[in-house]
């Protein structure tokens, strides 16, 4: 009863500011993606277009039935790492660690429409070396009356916006001990005008493995977003047993063609009151030269200490739990995309962290000479201190020893199909 009284009085400010509004494993791309256009000033409806009963156009998209999709990965590559940067002067050419590696996968989803309420989704996968086979997402949405909309089983669920340290998305916040497995998520969306109010409830329990979590296992949150002509905003908290309370405040918007966001987090110690700590950014995107150069950059301060967030399973990387890095941070991001034959893509990310002096730099190259193929070259290096976040953060060996310059070749081939039947 103590919790669910917390988690009411977590959603009270949510709900009242609404009333009031009526490694490898990086994905460097996705912090480019093109915000959608805005409507434009005075546009007015059709008058010639027959209007559509949407009760008949809600029966046509919901009606029984389902999708099924099946998809397939294959991918080698090798990676000498060294345990010593080139330009040091005890560098040795012969003295590194190969990592060899390949992988096949393929998965099957089942997306069923039981109803014009009802729905799921099931995601099945497997893969070799070492067969395994896995449960992926599987969870189900229910439909209260166009109104109040239900989702809750296996699935990831992002909050926040910085593509580079993530300090926001409060959902992915994991104690140092304890469920740390993936999220099993119950949340009711309602929308209010364009945007709307989110409430959930979070586990990372191991339920796949037969645990069935207390009530302590459980995070409670909730977010309001304002989607504003003129800018995105968003107000979220985030609270679990044994866990600060945090809060968060973003806004986003466009000037002038470049992609401008803030953000900001409060952390509360509930066990020790006078612990108040928190984060706040700054960042932009901006595309050049007819979409060829896309360059973004964040500067990020983080007064938050012994934090700790859960970063899920990738292709190419297995899921881990990683501490936030504290202090001032630099990000800069490029890509930049020559020609369009081949969507060749030259690329360098790097994070910069000057009070602890190191840095984590990593320049590529991908291209995709045919269809579904696509061979990637990058050079991962940690530079600066050797106590430093990035050094102690990059790749290691059997041994676990750092391995702060390694050159990354990977060939990778992948596609999906699906079929529907209603």
Same mark, same amino acid.
């Given at each position: 009863?103590?919790?669910?009284?917390?988690?009411?009085?977590?959603?009270?400010?949510?709900?009242?500011?609404?009333?009031?509004?009526?490694?490898?494993?990086?994905?460097?791309?996705?912090?480019?993606?093109?915000?959608?256009?805005?409507?434009?000033?005075?546009?007015?409806?059709?008058?010639?277009?027959?209007?559509?009963?949407?009760?008949?156009?809600?029966?046509?998209?919901?009606?029984?039935?389902?999708?099924?999709?099946?998809?397939?990965?294959?991918?080698?590559?090798?990676?000498?790492?060294?345990?010593?940067?080139?330009?040091?002067?005890?560098?040795?050419?012969?003295?590194?660690?190969?990592?060899?590696?390949?992988?096949?996968?393929?998965?099957?989803?089942?997306?069923?429409?039981?109803?014009?309420?009802?729905?799921?989704?099931?995601?099945?996968?497997?893969?070799?070396?070492?067969?395994?086979?896995?449960?992926? =997402?599987?969870?189900?949405?229910?439909?209260?009356?166009?109104?109040? /909309?239900?989702? %809750? !089983? $296996? &699935? @990831? #669920?992002?909050?926040?916006?910085?593509?580079?340290?993530?300090?926001?998305?409060?959902?992915?916040?994991?104690?140092?001990?304890?469920?740390?497995?993936?999220?099993?998520?119950?949340?009711?969306?309602?929308?209010?005008?364009?945007?709307?109010?989110?409430?959930?409830?979070?586990?990372?329990? =191991?339920?796949?493995?037969?645990?069935?979590?207390?009530?302590?296992? /459980?995070?409670? %949150? !909730? $977010? &309001? @977003? #304002?989607?504003?002509?003129?800018?995105?905003?968003?107000?979220?908290?985030?609270?679990?047993?044994?866990?600060?309370?945090?809060?968060?405040?973003?806004?986003?918007?466009?000037?002038?063609?470049?992609?401008?966001?803030?953000?900001?987090?409060?952390?509360?110690?509930?066990?020790?009151?006078?612990?108040?700590?928190?984060?706040?950014?700054?960042?932009?995107?901006?595309?050049?030269? %007819?979409? $060829?150069?896309? #360059?973004?950059?964040?500067?990020?301060?983080?007064?938050?200490?012994?934090?700790?967030?859960?970063?899920?399973?990738?292709?190419?990387?297995?899921?881990?739990?990683?501490?936030?890095?504290?202090?001032?941070?630099?990000?800069?991001?490029?890509?930049?995309?020559?020609?369009?034959?081949?969507?060749?893509?030259?690329?360098?990310?790097?994070?910069?962290?000057?009070?602890?002096?190191?840095?984590?730099?990593?320049?590529?190259?991908?291209?995709?000479?045919?269809?579904?193929?696509?061979?990637?070259?990058?050079?991962?290096?940690?530079?600066?201190?050797?106590?430093?976040?990035?050094?102690?953060?990059?790749?290691?060996?059997?041994?676990?020893?750092?391995?702060?310059?390694?050159?990354?070749?990977?060939?990778?081939?992948?596609?999906?199909?699906?079929?529907?039947?209603?």
């Amino acid at each position: 009863m103590k919790w669910f009284l917390i988690f009411l009085g977590l959603l009270v400010p949510v709900y009242l500011s609404a009333q009031e509004g009526d490694s490898l494993g990086w994905d460097i791309d996705t912090i480019f993606d093109e915000p959608s256009p805005a409507p434009s000033d005075g546009t007015k409806a059709n008058t010639t277009v027959p209007a559509v009963n949407a009760t008949t156009v809600k029966k046509v998209i919901k009606q029984q039935g389902y999708t099924f999709g099946v998809s397939y990965g294959f991918s080698t590559g090798f990676a000498p790492g060294w345990w010593i940067v080139p330009w040091d002067s005890e560098w040795n050419k012969e003295d590194y660690y190969l990592d060899r590696g390949i992988k096949l996968n393929g998965g099957f989803t089942i997306d069923a429409q039981i109803s014009e309420a009802f729905r799921v989704i099931s995601t099945f996968s497997f893969q070799i070396p070492g067969f395994s086979f896995s449960l992926g =997402d599987f969870f189900f949405d229910y439909n209260f009356y166009d109104t109040v /909309f239900f989702r %809750g !089983g $296996k &699935y @990831n #669920l992002s909050w926040g916006i910085s593509p580079n340290y993530g300090f926001t998305n409060l959902l992915s916040r994991v104690p140092k001990e304890g469920f740390s497995g993936d999220s099993y998520i119950y949340k009711i969306d309602v929308p209010i005008g364009i945007g709307g109010i989110q409430a959930l409830a979070l586990t990372r329990a =191991d339920l796949n493995g037969g645990v069935i979590p207390k009530i302590e296992d /459980f995070g409670f %949150g !909730g $977010k &309001y @977003n #304002l989607a504003l002509r003129w800018a995105d905003l968003d107000l979220g908290v985030y609270y679990k047993d044994n866990m600060p309370l945090r809060g968060f405040f973003s806004i986003k918007t466009t000037i002038m063609k470049t992609e401008v966001y803030n953000e900001w987090l409060g952390v509360i110690d509930l066990q020790n009151s006078s612990e108040v700590s928190g984060a706040v950014n700054l960042g932009f995107a901006r595309d050049f030269f %007819g979409n $060829k150069l896309s #360059l973004a950059a964040e500067l990020f301060f983080n007064a938050e200490g012994n934090a700790y967030w859960y970063r899920p399973e990738t292709t190419l990387q297995k899921s881990d739990i990683s501490p936030f890095i504290e202090g001032f941070n630099i990000a800069i991001n490029m890509t930049y995309r020559p020609w369009e034959k081949g969507n060749p893509r030259f690329f360098i990310q790097a994070l910069y962290a000057p009070e602890q002096n190191t840095t984590k730099l990593i320049p590529g190259f991908r291209l995709t000479p045919w269809t579904n193929i696509e061979f990637s070259i990058a050079t991962p290096m940690a530079l600066g201190s050797k106590d430093g976040y990035y050094y102690m953060n990059s790749a290691t060996d059997n041994n676990g020893r750092h391995l702060p310059f390694s050159l990354v070749f990977l060939i990778s081939m992948g596609g999906s199909v699906q079929s529907g039947h209603n």
